[in-house]
């Protein structure tokens, strides 16, 4: 699945809460919304370690900042 297509996590609590949602439905769903947030997470941090001087000073980071952040695992928040 595409991250496109994936359900927004915003959307989740709507989904996962819903009494006609099987108790399987709502494990996989919460499940692909995890997966889709470590997604995001890993090409976001991957990305950052990748920006140039300038887009760091845009956004208000130092490049040792950028890097410790993109060093953290994708699971944590």
Not at 37 to 61: C, F, V
Request: hydrophobic share 45%.
């Amino acid at each position: 699945m595409s991250p496109q297509h994936a359900l927004h996590p915003a959307y989740a609590p709507l989904f996962a809460n819903s009494p006609r949602l099987p108790a399987l439905a709502r494990v996989a769903l919460a499940v692909a919304v995890t997966v889709t947030k470590w997604d995001a997470r890993y090409r976001t941090r991957k990305q950052l370690a990748r920006l140039s001087p300038e887009q760091l000073d845009d956004i208000g980071m130092t490049r040792g900042q950028a890097y410790t952040e993109a060093a953290r695992p994708f699971w944590r928040d």
